[in-house]
């Protein structure tokens, strides 16, 4: 790969980074401010059911981070996740640039972390409304950072998968069995103490 070829390339990764981390960001502020207008305190509606007793949209005030944890934690929690977002980027700006797999799932993080944190800016809270049974109330961005997640395990098991060697020589296994008839740890008579 020539030298004008790799920064190309590594513009064209943070690009993905970016679009998809765009379209999250759109995609989950258009979703609910749609489900605070449809089910949100001055709807006529409070639930949409979306799949009867599976899926269910409704408006949810939720304090904490994803998934509805740590209630009420406030502006700490906006600090957090801007110092997160802040280590992901600098921690692997270099693997952004070489991997169209890992600009996308930074792309997911970056993008549903932003999300929320414009949510906790705006109003001190984040819009929780996908409802599914025995399981927390969460949105789309909430959704973005745990495929972002998952796609980046499965890059980092792989690549520890590939760095191991393969076709490593064997050692051969020697068969020979302690106490085995005829041998010389058995005590048979095909070795005899000299006599005296």
């Keep these: 790969m020539t030298g004008e070829a790799e920064p190309a390339h590594g513009r064209w990764g943070l690009f993905v980074t970016a679009a998809v981390a765009g379209i999250i960001i759109a995609l989950?502020?258009?979703t609910?401010?749609?489900?605070?207008?449809?089910?949100?305190?001055?709807?006529?509606?409070?639930?949409?059911?979306?799949?009867?007793?599976?899926?269910?949209?409704?408006?949810?005030?939720?304090t904490g981070v994803a998934f509805g944890a740590f209630q009420g934690a406030g502006q700490i929690l906006v600090l957090l996740a801007l110092g997160v977002v802040l280590l992901l980027a600098v921690a692997f700006w270099q693997m952004i640039r070489e991997s169209p797999w890992l600009s996308v799932a930074f792309?997911?993080?970056?993008?549903?972390?932003?999300?929320?944190?414009?949510?906790?800016?705006?109003?001190?809270?984040?819009?929780?409304?996908?409802d599914v049974p025995n399981f927390p109330t969460f949105n789309v961005a909430d959704s973005a950072i745990t495929?972002?997640?998952?796609?980046?395990?499965?890059?980092?098991?792989?690549?520890?998968?590939?760095?191991?060697?393969?076709?490593l020589p064997q050692r051969p296994i020697e068969a020979r069995q302690v106490g085995a008839p005829g041998s010389d740890e058995a005590g048979s008579g095909s070795a005899r103490p000299p006599s005296g």
């Design 28 to 30: 989950d502020q258009v």
């Design 32 to 62: 609910k401010a749609a489900i605070v207008a449809a089910v949100g305190p001055d709807a006529d509606r409070d639930v949409i059911w979306v799949v009867p007793r599976v899926l269910r949209f409704l408006y949810v005030r939720n």
């Design 107 to 130: 792309g997911l993080q970056f993008g549903g972390a932003i999300g929320n944190i414009i949510d906790r800016l705006r109003f001190g809270y984040v819009v929780d409304f996908i």
């Design 147 to 167: 495929i972002g997640v998952i796609l980046l395990g499965i890059y980092l098991l792989r690549a520890e998968l590939a760095a191991v060697p393969k076709n």
